[in-house]
């Protein structure tokens, strides 16, 4: 199959382009030729917490001032991370298959933003401290993301809390100098800084992210802004015009527009200010220059203008904080010590909440922008919810402007969306190994598209889409194929499962996989995402491909690839993987012993063994690794298959959750 580059511009949280709206299986419909428009609305009492039990008749909803009946319904309730009932490894170990029904279920999109302004050395360990906190306390439902103004290094949404840990601590996220440093070089002026002139990076990246979020409203939609301080204008004095870089203007065309992004997406936003107390004035710094003692501006003179000067900035930094969780209902948390104790209670308040309802209104002008409210008959409570939408020209025979953009599903804009197209059912598993060829290393896809199946068997030509991007977002490689699946249904009616192999060649990295798959007999089209990490096998002294599975019923078939990750004892299940020691190195070759552990949910190995591999099992520098799972012995339940293979004192390991019936 042939791969190439590609140019188009993937939609991910830092894209300037706007999200597209979700499928229309995502939305409540009232009837024939009429779609609503959906709200998810927080109610919060006076502790901020989230005020449960609340019905339709509760709420009231305004829509340009005018009250509009509710259609649609929906009490949301966050399933809690609960560690007492759930695997012991599985917040460790995410599931290495991926579905398309993540866009459908209930959570919250989590933005991680470690902006520029965070403070270089203890503020920036703090900083991190703040973010891992918030990977740590995500539900099981929830997908974040990690955005720096600083030096643009991203990860799109995942649930894989390894790769959000990594992006954290994969740079410096600080722009700024030390308090000491800034005494001897003179302060900064951030307004002229070339690398975010005026400060409007900030407000077009948070412009970006509300946009990127704005068409999931069965989901929280929640901004963690890490950082010191935010410019909301210029504030030069009048003699210091002469000097003015000409931010003002640009900055409130910046503020205004992204005001209104947030106002439309809902989207919360807490300020943590990862300095904790901040010692203010010269007085406290070892390095401050206390001036000279003479009659006119003597020492104690400047001292006490740089603690004026100093006390008007953090109060200013701080009143710069509170303006966005003013705006959105967010918190502010600026001079604590240990900011990230704050966190599991801003996840707290976000873990029950309501999606409504209401007939869109109908307009002959286009992009007009029409205001919401919405209103709680309960006293001592809070409404957040989204303040504005904008209602595109009503279409020529439609008694309401339809909420999917203009003309059918195609496989570039279910490439396109923030979460994949469940259109019809996908499910994808991706696997890197090293290059056969000496090339570059191949990541073979696994795509179950037996949703696609036709009811009376016959064949269905299907085209998929693939494309690889960087962690940023960035496509690096793509590919096109077509496959003919023909496949019955099942006696109950559901699909069946139709596994189509697919391959990309790819460097060592983080990537994220997009496969969109459609029917040009029918026009139906999904899309599917997961992740995969490459590792670099020509190198490293010992490395391990990924796992793949495959399984035979009866026993006696020919065992098949699957996506499945639950089996039912008559089935034989093996599992597979391949052991390099540098395919492109020189040095001989030398013994690898694997351990193979099987864990139940308790963390109890309920298998332990060794697997030798003898220098005489490697052929060009790989050796094959081939397990039988004994799922007609265990218990129904979840297990965790886990592989550590050791070479002198290096060791590589690679984990496969699975469930038993």
């Known amino acids: 199959m042939r791969v190439r580059r590609v140019g188009p511009t993937l939609l991910l949280i830092l894209s300037s382009a706007g999200v597209l709206a979700q499928d229309p299986i995502d939305k409540p419909q009232f009837r024939a030729g009429v779609e609503l428009i959906q709200l998810d609305v927080a109610v919060l009492d006076d502790d901020r917490q989230p005020v449960r039990g609340l019905s339709a008749s509760d709420f009231t909803v305004l829509d340009n001032g005018v009250a509009r009946p509710i259609r649609a319904f929906t009490p949301i309730e966050l399933a809690a991370r609960t560690r007492s009932t759930e695997a012991v490894w599985a917040a460790d170990v995410p599931p290495d298959v991926a579905t398309n029904q993540v866009g459908l279920q209930d959570g919250r999109l989590v933005i991680i933003l470690m902006d520029r302004s965070i403070p270089a050395h203890e503020a920036t360990l703090s900083a991190k401290k703040i973010a891992a906190a918030a990977v740590d306390a995500l539900g099981p439902g929830d997908l974040a993301a990690v955005v720096s103004t600083s030096n643009g290094a991203v990860q799109n949404l995942t649930a894989d809390r390894e790769r959000l840990l990594r992006a954290i601590n994969s740079g410096d996220p600080s722009t700024g100098i030390t308090p000491a440093a800034e005494q001897i070089m003179g302060k900064q002026d951030p307004l002229s800084d070339g690398r975010c002139l005026c400060g409007l990076c900030v407000l077009e990246t948070i412009h970006r992210v509300a946009d990127a979020v704005q068409d999931t409203p069965r989901r929280r939609k929640v901004l963690f802004f890490i950082g010191a301080n935010v410019i909301w204008q210029s504030a030069r004095p009048v003699a210091a015009a002469g000097a003015d870089t000409g931010c003002e203007r640009p900055l409130k065309d910046a503020r205004n527009a992204m005001f209104a992004a947030v106002d439309r997406a809902n989207l919360t936003v807490h300020s943590i200010d990862p300095q904790g107390l901040v010692n203010i004035g010269p007085q406290t710094q070892t390095s401050g220059r206390g001036g000279f003692d003479r009659p006119v501006d003597s020492g104690p003179t400047q001292r006490l203008r740089q603690q004026q000067t100093d006390t008007t900035s953090s109060l200013t930094n701080r009143q710069n904080l509170q303006v966005l969780p003013a705006r959105t209902g967010g918190r502010t948390i600026v001079g604590m010590n240990n900011p990230e104790q704050a966190v599991p209670a801003i996840f707290q308040e976000s873990e029950a909440y309501y999606v409504l309802g209401i007939e869109r209104g109908t307009s002959g002008r286009p992009e007009e922008r029409r205001s919401v409210e919405v209103k709680v008959a309960r006293r001592g409570v809070r409404v957040y919810a989204q303040r504005h939408y904008v209602l595109p020209p009503a279409q020529p025979g439609v008694g309401v402007v339809p909420q999917v953009p203009p003309g059918p599903e195609t496989a570039q804009t279910a490439l396109n969306r923030l979460l994949p197209s469940a259109g019809r059912r996908l499910s994808l598993a991706t696997t890197a190994f090293a290059n056969p060829d000496v090339g570059k290393p191949v990541v073979r896809l696994n795509v179950d598209a037996g949703a696609f199946a036709r009811e009376d068997a016959t064949a269905a030509p299907l085209d998929f889409e ?66 995969v990490t490459v590792p670099a096998f020509d190198s490293a002294p010992l490395s391990l491909s990924g796992v793949t599975v495959d399984v035979a019923y009866p026993p006696s078939a020919t065992p098949v690839a699957t996506t499945r990750r639950v089996f039912r004892r008559g089935e034989q299940v093996r599992a597979l993987m391949q052991i390099y020691q540098g395919t492109q190195r020189t040095e001989p070759i030398a013994p690898v012993s694997v351990r193979v552990q099987i864990l139940d949910a308790k963390g109890t190995a309920v298998r332990d063994q060794s697997m030798p591999f003898s220098d005489m099992t490697f052929s060009n520098r790989r050796a094959d690794c081939v397990m039988t799972l004994p799922v007609a012995n265990l218990p129904s339940g979840e297990y965790l298959l886990k592989l550590e293979a050791s070479l002198d004192r290096r060791t590589a390991g690679r984990a496969l959750r699975f469930t038993v019936e």
Request: overall charge negative.
């Open 466 to 531: 693939i494309l690889a991007v960087d962690r940023t977002g960035r496509p690096m490689a793509s590919a096109r194929q077509r496959s003919t699946i023909t496949a019955p249904r099942l006696a109950s009616g559901g699909p069946v499962e139709v596994n189509v192999q697919s391959h990309l060649e790819l460097d060592p990295g983080d990537y994220e996989i997009r496969v969109a798959v459609s029917d040009p007999g029918t026009g139906a089209v999904a899309s599917v995402f997961s992740e």
